[in-house]
């Protein structure tokens, strides 16, 4: 039946997004903590923090846009509980498609209502000032980093999905990864931190991607941060594909 | 196995843990028969169903639908079922019409709109095709439910209590979309927990109690397991259900849409 798969990704991907489009609120509320976040320390901490770069909201922004993913992803456990909860996740699997196009239509849909999301979050920036002499080809790199960070996570979010017992139990693995920003360089730069916090900082993935994706913005030559960065991400988008896929395989098989 | 059986179960066994559920459940369903398998809560129903539907893997046993072995033929088995679950497996938030075409869809089969319209026609929903499943009361939601299992005309339709929690006029309704799909050659196999429905619906009525099959056989047959019937004379009284039916109208059209009506006016 995989010869389905394409298709039947498809129509499951139609469905997905028309329930984005239906329930905006869950774009919206994606946004707000990042958003909170982000005037918060702007206007409130920001004053206070040497970061060496001129405009604190630029300083920010990269590590407010991985908390954005990481906030948005938890509504991928959600959709898919939901799914198993109603009996339409039977459904589909007792019926002659593509099996695994049940979780790849969740995964893709992920990726577009984070990309939606992002995409307010950037403009909500651009209003409070944020700039960058980025290239379009920089800011293709951003977007590229960020899709793997989304589809790694969502991956992630893909077995509490699959195995959680209660709504609250499918989202609530996401608050670890939204509090993992604040011990990296995305708020403070490292240095300032005690010496056990900096270590686990400076070698913890938000701190790679975050130091990218603030040298792709601001012109910087990004050296090997990137590189570091695409590796945090491949593997751990490797990791959870293998372990997700493992779940799903042992709960359709009963 | 004939090529009348199909569907064809032997010595079936499952268990949970140190739960033996199953423990050698045999029966065959005739080809465009209805089947009712009846058992208490618990009886490990669902589990024959989930197991028929490929859902769930036998620990001992076969199990053949239309020829197909449901641990080795999955894909061939996915084809020629479909299952309606013990709750509407329906998404609230597409309308009854996207519902549909998603199904048609999914059965890669062309012209979903249309096949969408004929179902929401004949399950009388055309009125509330727009809209979005989540305000449809439980009767509408398992008569789209029902509908949903019927595209692509599977030829065996599993059912596994589909009459649960609905009101009297709801059943009545799905009961005569079942005798309709029975009708049109479809083998219909049903799990319920009501007696009167196995009455009602099955041409052959299996008891699962204790992890196996301990009764089989048509409602004529079952009844002769029992002393015959000793003739009394009771005065009838109308039942409940007599009553309800009397007052709101027997229809099976939504309560709602025919208005509130006092007792004592009869129709």
């Not at chain 1, 994606?30 to 702007?42: E, G, K, R, W, Y």
């Not at chain 2, 709101?248 to 009869?266: F, I, L, P, R, Y």
Request: proline content about 3%; charged content about 15%.
């Amino acid at each position: 039946m995989t010869k389905h798969f394409f298709g039947d990704t498809a129509v499951l991907l139609g469905r997905s997004l028309r329930h984005i489009t239906r329930s905006l609120d869950t774009i919206i509320t994606t946004t707000i903590m990042p958003i909170a976040f982000m005037l918060l320390f702007v206007y409130v901490f920001g004053g206070a923090i040497h970061t060496g770069s001129e405009s604190y909201v630029n300083y920010l922004l990269p590590g407010i846009l991985l908390i954005t993913i990481a906030s948005g992803i938890s509504y991928t456990a959600f959709r898919l509980f939901t799914d198993i909860q109603t009996g339409i996740f039977e459904r589909f699997q007792s019926m002659p498609i593509a099996r695994s196009s049940v979780l790849w239509a969740h995964v893709l849909t992920s990726l577009v209502a984070n990309l939606i999301s992002l995409v307010i979050v950037v403009a909500v920036a651009l209003l409070m000032g944020f700039r960058s002499g980025a290239s379009a080809l920089a800011w293709l790199a951003v977007a590229g980093v960020l899709i793997m960070f989304t589809l790694a996570l969502t991956w992630l979010a893909v077995i509490p999905g699959l195995t959680a017992k209660t709504t609250d139990g499918a989202s609530a693995f996401a608050y670890p990864l939204i509090f993992l920003p604040f011990i990296s360089s995305a708020f403070v730069p490292t240095h300032t931190m005690p010496g056990p916090v900096r270590a686990f900082a400076d070698n913890q993935p938000v701190t790679s991607i975050v130091d990218a994706i603030r040298d792709l913005f601001t012109r910087q030559p990004v050296g090997a941060s990137i590189w570091i960065a695409l590796a945090w991400c491949a593997g751990i988008l490797i990791v959870a594909y293998a372990l997700a896929m493992a779940t799903y395989h042992r709960k359709i098989s009963g | 196995m004939t090529t009348d059986t199909a569907v064809h179960v032997q010595g079936l066994e499952k268990s949970y843990k140190k739960l033996h559920v199953l423990r050698g459940v045999d029966f065959d369903v005739a080809r465009g028969s209805i089947f009712a398998l009846l058992g208490s809560n618990g009886a490990g129903k669902t589990t024959v169903v989930n197991i028929l539907s490929t859902l769930l893997k036998a620990d001992a046993g076969t199990a053949g639908i239309n020829g197909f072995d449901v641990a080795t033929q999955a894909a061939q088995v996915r084809q020629s079922i479909s299952l309606t679950g013990q709750f509407a497996a329906v998404d609230e938030i597409l309308t009854g019409r996207e519902n549909l075409m998603l199904v048609a869809r999914l059965r890669h089969l062309k012209d979903a709109g249309r096949i969408a319209d004929d179902l929401l026609a004949r399950f009388q929903l055309t009125d509330a095709a727009a809209r979005k499943v989540s305000t449809y009361s439980g009767g509408m939601r398992r008569r789209l439910d029902v509908a949903m299992s019927l595209i692509g005309n599977p030829p065996v339709i599993f059912l596994d209590e589909p009459t649960t929690g609905l009101d009297p006029q709801a059943r009545i309704e799905v009961w005569k979309a079942v005798r309709e799909l029975a009708g049109q050659g479809a083998t219909v196999l049903l799990t319920t927990q009501y007696l009167e429905e196995a009455e009602q619906l099955a041409d052959r009525i299996a008891i699962l109690h204790g992890g196996r099959i301990i009764v089989n056989g048509t409602l004529a047959e079952l009844k002769q397991l029992l002393p015959p019937a000793k003739v009394e004379y009771v005065e009838k009284q109308p039942t409940l259900e007599d009553v309800f039916f009397a007052i709101v109208g027997d229809d099976g059209e939504d309560a709602a849409a025919s208005g509130d009506q006092s007792v004592g006016t009869n129709e």
